[in-house]
């Protein structure tokens, strides 16, 4: 299997050329210029950082996204919003988000957890620059507001790359991605990556295209 070794140089080699849709790459660092570089091309980090702390960064050609316009709001998921239990925010709350995306379930203490310090310093770092943002879902307990879901990811032009989501009630994560791709629509974005396939993402109107395809949309 071919993977190619980066340097202190910025550069990702064309992942066409590459025998898999797994890791790509490996090495370099997480800085801002780095990242926003990866994912003007396609790639992110993903990595268990408690076996081997070097960076692995994917690519791959089928990708799985969900166009703003096609969201799927199920019967459910509509009732659950005309309650009005829950506010929904944008860029409220990153570090209450990646934080809890990073705790949630015990996410962090599994082997092959991979929101390590060292990514939640970068993406932090990404969002103060303006190029990660964050959804937030909250709820009132004794008139306090607080955090019960949310998801975030990097933005790059008209594109949301998520990285990741998390839900202390049941279905708020949806209502984030819900009201994420609603905003886009409305504010001409013309995607949401979603990275690899779930049958949860499935069910909300994410399908594959290509990776030429995926690149036209970005550059557009």
């Known amino acids: 299997m071919k993977v190619y070794e980066l340097d202190k140089d910025l550069w990702f080699p064309n992942p066409r050329l590459c025998e898999t849709d797994e890791v790509v790459a490996i090495g370099g660092e997480l800085s801002t210029d780095r990242l926003l570089l990866a994912y003007s091309n396609g790639y992110f980090p993903y990595f268990a950082y408690k076996f081997d702390t070097t960076p692995e960064w994917h690519c791959p050609l089928n990708r799985f996204v ?13 009732q659950l919003i005309n309650k009005g239990l829950y506010e929904v925010t944008i860029n409220k709350d990153f ?13 962090n203490k599994e082997l092959g957890a991979w929101l390590s310090p060292e990514i939640i310093k970068a993406y932090t770092e990404l969002h103060k620059q303006g190029y990660a943002a964050s959804v937030e879902v909250w709820k ?12 975030y990811g990097v933005v ?5 790359m998520g990285e990741s989501m998390f ?15 609603l905003f886009l629509k409305e504010n001409g974005g013309v995607l949401i990556d979603c990275q690899y396939e779930t049958s949860h993402l499935k069910s909300m109107g994410g399908r594959h295209i290509s990776y030429d395809e995926y690149m036209e949309l970005l550059n557009s």
């Open 95 to 107: 570090m209450g988000v990646i934080n809890g995306c990073c705790k949630v379930d015990g996410r």
């Open 140 to 151: 009132k307990d004794n008139n306090v507001d607080k955090l019960v879901g949310g998801l």
């Open 66 to 78: 969900i166009f703003p316009e096609e969201i799927h709001v199920s019967h459910s998921m509509r």
């Open 167 to 181: 839900s202390l009630e049941p279905n708020t994560s949806k209502l984030a991605l819900i009201t994420l791709a």
């Open 156 to 160: 790059i032009g008209n594109a949301f």
